[in-house]
């Protein structure tokens, strides 16, 4: 099978002309008129049904709670009102503070950059090295590093404390990043061991013939050619830690408590009285650094995976 | 290296070393307490605020540490003290939750103020049992809540035709069955397992007698289940499924209270934070809403609590810090004010609860009578017997097991437990 | 050419790999260990160092719910995947056909995964249920006998929960999907034209099994999801009603946090893991089976490339 790159990647315009005497030479042709009209039909009901949570979330933030707890799901509010949007950002109570949700969001970025980096970065070496140098016994390693994936969080939660404590770094903001690195090594080094999998060998014989060491040929050829997915695993790590729950509440500390602390405080009340409108507005928020974060880079996700990296 | 080697080496040092430089603000305040608790929403914060402001007026500062959900809050205070960072106080409920803990010798006691203001004489007696160990006062209590009210929409009980608070078990089915005939929906209820067992040992209470509810669960008599009467009280309470909507499996205790404050539900069985949720819809009780704790004038009057702990630290300042709390907690100042914004009663009777509303007065005044007091499953027995037992209730109440297959079951538990 | 100086350029491969060494050592291995050790003890909330033996494992599956919830996982699991792989296939092949607003459509189908559980959990709660939600609307429409109050059916909940998982994961194996789809040479839809097969064919019996590796990677993706389900379940049903929609992640957890009994809870994870082992065994045997078959046959191509070339 050929390796696809980027730059092969056909977004359905048209190729060049090696078919030309070909009668249509484009993939995939066009389906016959009725098809087509089938093909929308079918992704529009799709749309539609991918959207109606959205709807229901949205417009329950939009209503004021007499409305809400009527129950009526579905209906547009009578008496539209974003005062539960300014609520979730500034002035939803917490516990003592009622700053809203804009509280912990300094803490989240200072949390998500570090350990997304961290964790991409360890994830390309121990792809790079399993792929390529493959010393032996690094396999089975891979292997129970990918079972560790899952196994509950909870389980290794205080075995990972005591020994977060020993270091010193319980409840800081260097403590919660290693926990979030070392958590997201199993699907980081799968995602860059199947991508550099399907990279050809011969490519990286070339390059140490030409006289590269081990992080010189990472660093100089591997790295830069790793883009696409790299974005990829952006995404994937970005979407994860940033709705992480567990992971912050336990290793942050007090100081570097993420917004997703603040969320589940303005949401999971026990037995306090629950403003479902302004639950809504603030989890429409927080969700909205990783939609941006999709939405910025989708082109780029779907051809970041196109570029050959699931080999399996 | 090249120069794109030692730049992203660089980069990267940088960035870690820039989480590992940065340091937590300086913590030179006096008395400085970190209060960990589960209290987040609008009108539990107003209620902290309360002990806060107390907190400060008698020199402390205090360190806001919320969390929400009270297991989350209390595996992340477990966590704390495992971790070496423990809070000041953490919050636990009047319960054998936190034994496991002063049996590893994690928590410090408050003998000294115990000693100083009395708990012995002011206390209830089912707090004093749950906060005083093997002689010693491992937690202070900060309030007193009872989980099992009758709430009821004035507005549905005038459109059935119903005259009166029911004051019997009977006259309550036949209140539900009128609720039924006018087309609303008699017992709005949330069907989640720990409403289902509040539910169920409510009406153990109210129905079978507190001697029998003694017998489950501080006897935890294995052969009770059995008995033909509290197969009864089973049956009887299987019946109250006739009476709920056909939505009510998962639904949260909020959405049922709401269905009340809406007049298209007659009545819920909830605790008093019930109140909560009636004050954000700027309904008062007497006016658009009524509740009544149990049938008739003797019913057994359930006491659950909140109660603070204090990890055991090593630095005199924090042991001050953690005795000032103790006393400024119990205050009667602060007990009133507290108890107002939270829907809860005082923990002591000696205060004045004229600004407190309709039911909370009610349940002080039932307080006063000692033989009513009855205190909540949990503070007799262990979390994990009381989940097997919801276990059991739960999967009676949801599917078609028969009342002796499930007493059974509940037998089993007993033992095992 | 052989290889120069093996031993060190393994010690430099291994020198990298530390973090991931010391990571599956320390934390994997080691949280197991200690997992399985707490197992055999009689620990409540916190751990305590005694002995007995394999009670909490007989005490685990005499515990109707447990058992329960590991049937409730395979069936979530089943079609979970199954459900996730063929809805993100077809979507990706529709979305494939270079229609209009393409962009819009993938951000539409993508953006639940961005969203956690909690409150979206909620809102299917809200949307299921037969009083609230759609069952309502519809029947106000005007169709009384429409019924779709499979949340509140001890033996369809967990269907109710599948349709709001596949939902939410649906999205992410869609993309994955895409982009294999995208790095299908050209001349693969050319020459298909010219033979002239239909282009469901070509679908069925070409691209899918070239889909081979993107569908390996979705499907274990999918699976930690299925072992680790718990969000879900918890905002939407809290393992109700009843006790039909427990999941071994929440048995675990409740054991953990709420019933202060983590013996048990460490008993219940250690079965889980070995279930999930027994099951993931035979494929990992397979693939490292088959890489190295392909590694000796790559080797045993080169070395006669070179022999050729220097002949």
Known sequence: MTVATSSTVADGRDAPASCANAPVARKPARLPRPARIGLYVFLATAAIAFLLPLYVMVVTSIKPM?????????????????????????????????????????????????????????????????????????????????????????????????????????????????????????????LFRNYYASVPHELFMAARIDGGGFWRIFVQLMLPMSLPIIVVAVIMQVTAIWNDFLIGLVFAGHDWLPMTVQLNNIINTTTGERLYNVNMAATLLTSLVPLTVYLVSGRWFVRGIAAGAVKG | MTNKTTRLALALAFAFGATLGVQSPAQAQANRAEVLHWWTSGGESAAVKELATAYTKAGGTWVDAAIAGGEQARAAAVNRMVGGTPPTAAQFNTSKQFLDLIDQGMLANVDVVAAANNWDKILPAPILNAIKIKGHFYAVPVDIHMPAWFWYSKAAFAKAGIASEPKTADELFAALDKLKAAGLVPLAFGGQPWQEKITFYAWLANVGGPDMYMKLYRDKDVNLPATPQFKAVLASFKKLHNYVDAGSPNRNWNDATAMVIAGKAGVQIMGDWAKGEFATAHQTAGKEFGCFPGFGPKSPYLVAGDVFVFPKINDPAQIKSQQLLATVFTAPATQVAFSNKKGSIPIRTDVDVKSLDLCAQQGVTIMKDVSRQLPTPEMLISPDLEGSLQDVITKFWNTNESVDDAAKAMSAALKNG | ?????????????????????????????????????????????????????????????????????????????????????????????FIDQRVRAEGVLRTIFLYPYAMSFVATGLVWQWMLNPELGLQATVRGWGFPNFTFDWIVRQDAVMLAIVVAAVWQACGLVM?????????????????????????????????????????????????????????????????????????????????????????????????????????LAPWFYARAHASRRAERVARALRASATQGATA
């Open chain 3, 175 to 279: 993309a994955l999907m895409l982009a294999g789809l995208r790095g299908i040479d050209e001349s693969l839809w050319m020459a298909a034209r010219i033979e002239g097969i239909p282009k469901w064919r070509v679908y069925l019996s070409i691209v899918l099994p070239m889909l081979g590796p993107s569908i390996g990677t979705a499907f274990v993706l999918l699976s930690v999801s299925v072992v680790k389900v718990f969000d879900v379940v918890v905002a939407m049903t809290q393992g109700g009603p009843g006790l039909a929609s427990e999941v071994p992640a929440k048995f675990i957890i409740d054991n953990l946090l709420v019933r202060a009994n983590i013996g048990l809870a460490s008993a219940a994870s250690t079965v889980l893991l070995l279930t999930v082992l027994a099951l």
């Open chain 3, 1 to 93: 050419m052989t290889s120069r100086r093996p031993l060190l350029r393994h010690l430099v491969a291994w020198a990298a790999l530390l973090p991931m060494v010391a990571t599956v050592l320390w934390v994997y291995v080691g949280s197991v260990l200690w997992s399985m050790r707490i197992s055999v003890s009689s620990s409540r909330t916190l751990p305590i160092g005694d002995f007995v033996g394999l009670k909490q494992y007989a005490r685990l599956f005499d515990s109707e719910r447990w058992v329960l919830s590991l049937q409730n996982m395979a069936l979530f699991g089943a079609l979970f995947i199954i459900g996730c792989l063929v809805i993100g296939f077809l979507l990706a092949v």
């Open chain 1, 66 to 190: 007499e409305e809400i707890r009527l129950g009526n799901l579905f209906a547009w509010p009578v008496k539209l009102t974003l005062a539960p949007w300014a609520q979730a950002w500034t002035s939803a109570c917490t516990g003592l503070e009622c700053g809203g949700i804009r509280v912990g969001f300094m803490n989240s970025l200072a949390i998500v950059v570090p350990s997304t980096l961290l964790s991409i970065l360890l994830g390309a070496l121990n792809g790079y090295a399993l792929s390529f140098w493959r010393p032996r016994g690094a396999q089975a390693f891979f292997v129970v590093l990918l079972t560790g994936a899952f196994i509950p969080y909870q389980v290794m939660l205080f075995p990972l404390i005591r020994a977060l404590a020993a270091l010193g770094l319980f409840g800081t903001l260097p403590g919660v990043v290693l926990i979030h690195t070392v958590f997201g090594m199993p699907v980081m080094t799968l």
